[in-house]
RNA sequence: GCCGAGGUGGCGGAAUCGGCAGACGCAACGGACUUAAAAUCCGUUGAGGCGUAAGCCUCGUGCGGGUUCAAUUCCCGCCCUCGGCACCA
């Protein structure tokens, strides 16, 4: 009986001392950077998810480990931020208090028995001032780039964690942490410029190696749109109303146009007859939240402005409505109203008896007609096809112009918590907005317990006197400190390049380590995180490469996002209470079985559903691996070395293509067929420990150190030299009679069709097929199958 | 609405380049061991039908068509589920 417990144990203690996975950052040879996603660390410990996303990153880090490589694989924790900080607050202790002991936890009780090969040396904690001194840093260097911006906007606030959120954090209308109704509110704020890079990363994801699922989200984020904006004139000013469409062929049936109420053109150009109405109107929009507000079943209102344009091309007179259905946020804030060809401006004018004006030919039963077409009732252009407007617009009239609209926003970076790094900038009375210099960082986030947010907007920062005063390094006055801290998104935006150079007091990262281990040769993590970390960490390696200091501009060269996982077929919640704890089954079950079955449970990439009732299979099957320990030392048998040789191709393509549940399988098919053997080599029961063992590190370190080994079993190599068993093989060859499987013939392998068939009309049970006719045609794929064709009665 | 992924036994899931559908596991049933149970081990298990039996036949990968000697896999048209985006002009 194998005793988990014990062998478990014995090796987590090995590994803790002798710590056989710290790479020589320096001199390592094969350098292969492994990265999984750091955790948040929280009182209430890694969950399983979690669990399944390091461990199925873990075998991956082993498996390269025995194909030689000098595998890196730190970790590190994710301290600051809202998740963290609202945990506190809730708990009623402080973060600064409760943070260490949660990340103790995660350290010693959890992440320390997993058998992880974590270097530890090289753990970082975004919370300390000796990392987020460096973010600080960082903020600086964007600064002096011209990437980072304080200015006055409109933002998402959410209510219930007092501070504003990044457009990515905003779902749905709700707070991604705590789902709270976010509103917006106009405020100064600090942003970061990622819409400059809005072409590069959605260009760069045909260059990296990663989930199509994940490019995929975030090609639809950064939402690039290709239209054209047109210039109306506006009677009797000489200002111009620019519109964006995307269907500028389209441009004859304009009717009307419609600027977004917020528009600040509609103050100067609404009629005086028609003001009081529409700041009636104003204020019925200010009441809608969001979410009301660009519901997309919302019937349209809006108001006209007493005002008209100019059609460019007719110099038809357009009045110019407001409505509620144009977003100022997005185009020019202003679109033009063909409702002939357009849902909203066609349900629009038909509310407020506007003309219909049919421009792309179809019959007037199919308006709102929004496919492109022939062109009719356009001048000159009558008889065109909408592409060719389209794609010629700008060269047609100097008042049409070629534009790219993304979906993509700034990065808006402040947040009014505690939590966080200071943002290290300076408001003087002289000077203005002033820099922290860089010897005087980091920014320390003062320690006291007055840091509740209060939702002024402004951080618990502000009533901090001490902190808020500073001298100005311009002109020697006083000045205002910055009271937000930055985005928890912005420490984890640049975590893996701290991880090569973790002690570093002079620099972030140091660049000959960097050049040695990054980018990232492989990434693994949760697809919620594409708009995210994914897409802030891009932008951030972009921005450093721009600025010089780093060589690459994509961060990870390979990445995997890895399924959910479910309980029993239903959704984990704390609410339901069907919650899984990892640590409950390092007792009942052990370690290796929870990460076999992990894997097992489902495709990695997938997802999968967490029973314990697999759970128990799979502690059977490493019950039944340490049995083969216990049998006579012998030769083994042909037919174990050559399921052996198939087991390890098969092994090897589920590492390789990340289906890490069809290499159990394999492996379980293995064993199961081992279990009528009189004898087995030591070397062959090694050689399965080593394919077990990115799987399972504990009972396969057990039997290799068994069998004479020395150190883990992780510094020998992955089994090697059984094809030539395979090649002894016989080959079993389906037979088909037009096309149905109606038997199977054993034959040497490489055989010819000529041989093929003379055991085939040796099978009294295969030629009772083709009594009385001729075979018409066969079809033969050596090794594979053969097709009898008959020909008919 | 648009974009993407997917739909395979009672269940989780396999099937690498168009070539034996259902690997592996769960559950269920039958058996061995046991005073009994648990644990463990062995066997059966897609559906329907034929046969005393060895065995055999038909159907079967969401639905309807097509290409092919051969389709879970390729093509066309639908349905459904999940994920992303969404009054985006």
Excluded at 105 to 132: C, H, M
Aim: glycine share 6%.
């Amino acid at each position: 009986m194998y005793d988990f417990r014990a062998i478990e144990k014995k090796w987590q203690d090995i590994y803790a001392a002798e710590e056989p996975f710290r790479i020589d950052l320096e001199g390592a040879k094969k350098p292969f950077y492994n990265l999984m996603m750091f955790p948040y660390p929280s009182a209430s410990g890694l969950h399983i998810g979690n669990m399944f996303s390091f461990i199925g990153s873990d075998v991956y880090g082993r498996y390269m480990k025995l194909l030689g490589y000098d595998v890196f694989e730190p970790i590190g924790f994710d301290a600051f931020g809202i998740h963290s900080e609202n945990y506190a607050l809730k708990t009623g202790r402080h973060p600064a208090e409760l943070t260490p002991e949660s990340i103790r936890f995660f350290r010693e009780e959890q992440l320390k028995k997993i058998g992880a090969i974590y270097d530890w040396r090289s753990e970082v904690n975004t919370s300390a001032p000796e990392y987020y001194r460096w973010t600080q840093w960082i903020f600086l260097k964007l600064f002096e780039a011209g990437l980072a911006e304080k200015r006055e906007s409109e933002v998402n606030w959410c209510p219930s964690c007092k501070t504003v959120l990044a457009d990515e954090q905003v779902i749905e209308g709700q707070c991604e942490r705590c789902n709270a109704t976010i509103v917006k509110k106009t405020m100064s704020q600090w942003f970061f410029k990622i819409t400059k890079y809005a072409d590069r990363l959605l260009e760069n994801l045909e260059k990296i190696d990663w989930t199509e699922i994940t490019k995929n989200i975030q090609k639809s984020w950064i939402g690039r749109s290709k239209g054209t904006t047109i210039s109306f004139p506006i009677e009797s000013t000489d200002e111009q109303i620019e519109v964006f469409t995307t269907r500028a062929d389209t441009v004859f049936g304009v009717t009307f146009l419609t600027l977004a109420p917020e528009h600040p053109l509609v103050e100067r150009i609404v009629q005086e007859e028609r003001r009081e109405a529409y700041q009636e109107f104003l204020s019925q929009v200010a009441k809608m939240d969001d979410a009301t507000r660009t519901s997309i079943s919302r019937s349209k209102t809006g108001i006209f402005t007493g005002a008209y344009a100019r059609h460019p091309f007719t110099n038809e007179k357009i009045p110019i409505w407001v409505g509620d259905y144009v977003l100022y946020a997005y185009g020019t804030g202003a679109v033009m109203g063909v409702p002939a060809h357009d849902e909203r401006d066609f349900l629009f004018a038909k509310k407020y008896d506007l003309t219909i004006r049919k421009v792309i030919a179809c019959s007037d039963d199919q308006l709102p007609y929004t496919e492109k077409g022939e062109m009719v009732h356009s001048g000159e252009y009558s008889g065109w096809a909408s592409e060719r407007f389209i794609s010629q617009a700008e060269t047609l009239a100097p008042f049409l112009k070629s534009k790219v609209q993304y979906h993509l926003h700034d990065w808006c970076l402040s947040r009014q918590r505690y939590w966080g790094p200071p943002i290290p900038m300076l408001y003087c009375e002289n000077c203005g907005t002033v820099p922290v210099p860089e010897k005087d960082l980091p920014v320390l986030l003062p320690v006291t317990d007055d840091y509740i947010p209060d939702g002024s907007g402004l951080s618990p920062l502000a009533r901090h006197e001490a902190f808020l005063w500073a001298t100005c390094p311009v002109c020697g006055g006083k000045a205002r400190r910055e009271t937000d801290v930055s985005d928890n998104f912005f420490d984890s935006a640049w975590y893996f390049l701290r991880y090569v150079s973790p002690d570093d007091s002079k620099k972030a990262f140091n660049s000959e380590r960097v050049q040695k281990w990054l980018p990232v040769d492989m990434y693994v993590g949760g697809n919620e995180h594409a708009n995210l970390h994914l897409m802030y960490a891009r932008f951030i390696t972009m921005a450093l490469h721009d600025i010089g200091l780093l060589p690459f501009e994509e961060p990870f060269t390979k990445f995997r996002g890895h399924g959910m996982i479910i309980k029993d077929g239903q959704k984990m919640s704390k609410s339901k209470g069907n919650t899984v704890n990892p640590n409950d089954y390092f007792e009942t079950h052990g370690v290796d079985t929870l990460r076999t079955y992990l894997m097992f449970m489902g495709n990695f990439l997938e997802g999968g559903d967490f029973r314990e009732s697999g759970l128990d299979a799979v502690k059977r099957f490493i019950g039944r691996v340490w049995d083969l320990t216990a049998l006579p030392s012998g030769p083994s048998s042909l037919k174990a070395k050559i399921k052996m040789a198939e087991t390890i191709k098969r092994v090897q393509f589920a590492f390789e293509n990340i289906k890490y549940n069809t290499g159990v399988a394999a492996l379980m098919e293995l064993v199961n067929s081992l279990q009528d053997e009189q004898a087995l080599e030591p070397s062959l029961i090694v050689d399965i420990a080593r394919l077990l063992a990115p799987y399972a590190p504990f009972i396969s370190e057990e039997i290799h150190a068994m069998y004479g080994g020395k150190g883990t079993i992780l510094n020998t190599r992955f089994p090697t030299g059984y094809d030539v068993y395979l090649e002894q093989a016989l080959a079993e060859i389906p037979v088909q009679i037009n096309g149905k499987l109606r038997g199977k013939i054993t034959i040497a392998q490489n055989a010819t069709q000529e041989q093929v068939m003379e055991k085939v009309l040796e099978d009294g049970r295969l030629t009772a097929y083709f009594q009385g006719r001729e075979v018409k045609k066969v079809i033969y794929l050596q090794d594979k199958i053969i097709n009898l064709i008959l020909g008919s009665m």
